[in-house]
């Protein structure tokens, strides 16, 4: 199972970030996990809310160019050697990692979160399964 | 099958066209040198006498005039009729210095209501359609102008004047218009905005569009054309000569038909001012030879463009010019290359580009800096960053292909790029000379 993430094109410029995040905070949209891309002129904000649906419709409507991307988000126990297991599974079916960024997770405290964006989430999604390891699904998000 | 406005004058022979320009300009000729202290000065400057003109073949004995002489004579000095017969005053403020003034009688008017008639019908207009003008309505002359023409025709005319985008397509929608006259751009930015309330042409009504004021390339025609829906076509005029309908475009998208019975057109090498034969690239000259209240002879406009004789599909017999390639005023000279803004707007929209742009051109350390500023689109956007620079890449390349000059390009936020009336800015030049 994949996630949706939202993917912003924001101006490399002082204050651009924070007008998003302004936007987002303003309608009450609840980031679950934000990440930066970027080049010295634009960045790619990268985030993932509690209400997809919501969240785009307020970025349109405040004029942002934006995407929705699956991503594959999976928790990962807070032990020595935890993100390093995933990997491994990962590696093993041979599925390309473009991007990852983790966030600490709303309600456990035992467990860290991991969003990888691969090329194949279903193939990703199905090594991790056959070794244990549960995969995110949308509807979970909005209750972390 | 094609409909013409003033079918005996717009598909009059070459002769009797001929016959009307050598009778017109003749008599022009004597009406400005009688009446314009300013033209008499220029004549005489010139050793030029008004019996030295006897047909259009002595054309090129007259001065040429210039944006600056309008400038100099300001606000009333080139007026050849007395206030009383002036019914009306357009302006042009430009986006340099000082603004010019033009007069009209109300004959002049009536010319000029005709002319814009005539690029309606060639659009396929009759009295049964709406026209929705998105000019600016006030001193530029682009409002009045197709309102005038669109009244004259007896089409529904809805004055809407420029700005407020929703309002806009709200009227379209629940009006019904069936023509819409604006700037390419506006037009261009209607579309989109139609895009992102997510409608298409098939919601509006719409059918063709007169497009002028600007100078935009036929990428940005297809755009405009599919975004509402529409068959887009191209008018010309300058508020000097006369406003929109000049020089009309017709069922052949394939230049525009100068509307000869009352404008003489020349291109000229803008080095040496001689006259270039047909095909040749140069700028634009115009002699008005009915107009009345402001008679402007051999007017150097400044626009870069060509001309073709020879038969058109549509049967009309006025010759042909080009879409301009831009102004010679807009031309930017970087590192010692000729560069048109129009040009940039095509590598654009060829590489998927919105026509939303601005050039910043800069001096950095005695090197010119060519920056193109381009609005990121979600059509262009990725969430792969990779993807998002192979295409500016390929951007840079398409530029540097086309222009023969490097280009920054850097892209940035939706509606980050200052529109003023509808018409975006294009060009910042920083450069202190
Ligand atoms: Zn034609």
Redesign the interface.
Known sequence: MSIK?I?V???NTPG?LYGLTGVLAQHQVDLRALSL?E?S??G?V?MIVDNVYQATTVL?DA?????L?PVVGVAIPDVPGGLNRVLQVLTDAKVNI?YMYAFLGGKSVDHAYMIF?VADEATATAALAARGIQTLEQDAIASL | MERYYQPEIECASREQIRAWQDERLVKQVRHAYDHVPYYKKLMDDKGVKPEDIQSVDDLYKLPFTYKKDLRDTYPYGLFAVPMKDVVRLHASSGTTGKQIVVGYTREDLDIWDDIVARQLVAVGATEEDKVHISYGYGLFTGGLGLHGGATKLGATVIPVSSGNTQRQITILRDFGSTVLCCTPSYAAFIGETLHEMGLTGKDIPLKAGIFGAEAWSEEMRKDIEEKLGIKAYDIYGLTEIMGPGVAYECSAQQGMHVNEDHFIIEIIDPETGEVLPEGQQGEIVFSCITRQAFPLLRYRTRDIGVIHRGTCSCGRTFVKMSKPMGRSDDMLIIRGVNVFPSQIETVLLNHGYSANYQIIVDRVKSTDTLEVQVEMTPEMFTDNMGEIERRQRELVEGMRSLLGLAAKVKLVAPKSIVRSEGKAVRVIDKRKI
């Open positions: 993430q993917s094109f924001v101006e651009a891309a080049t002129e634009f790619i990268r349109k004029g942002y160019v934006h995407s991307t473009e964006r």
